[in-house]
């Protein structure tokens, strides 16, 4: 699973990293994935919103038993 996740993040980064930011994987367990917004993203006011509508969206969808994104 973990693997699925890195590959999904792949290819998130790309939208991150042209606004200055990025995303770290920190962990995945039990279908939570725990990861760190960084850079731009990291103090964001709307990191709340592309964790949930970006991030978390786009693991939801390719990787099969997700259940939540956290940040840690």
């Known amino acids: 699973m973990r693997e699925q996740v890195e590959a999904a993040l792949n290819d998130i980064r790309p939208a991150l990293q042209a ?6 994987l920190i962990d ?3 279908g939570t994935v725990t ?3 960084t850079g731009a993203c990291g103090t964001c006011p709307m990191s709340t919103m592309t964790l949930r509508f970006g ?3 786009v693991i939801k ?3 099969p038993g ?7």
């Open 55 to 57: 991030v978390e969206k």
């Open 28 to 30: 995945v367990e039990d």
């Open 35 to 37: 990861v760190r917004l």
């Open 19 to 24: 606004d200055g930011g990025d995303v770290e």
């Open 61 to 63: 969808e390719r990787v």
């Open 66 to 72: 997700v259940t939540q994104v956290v940040t840690a």
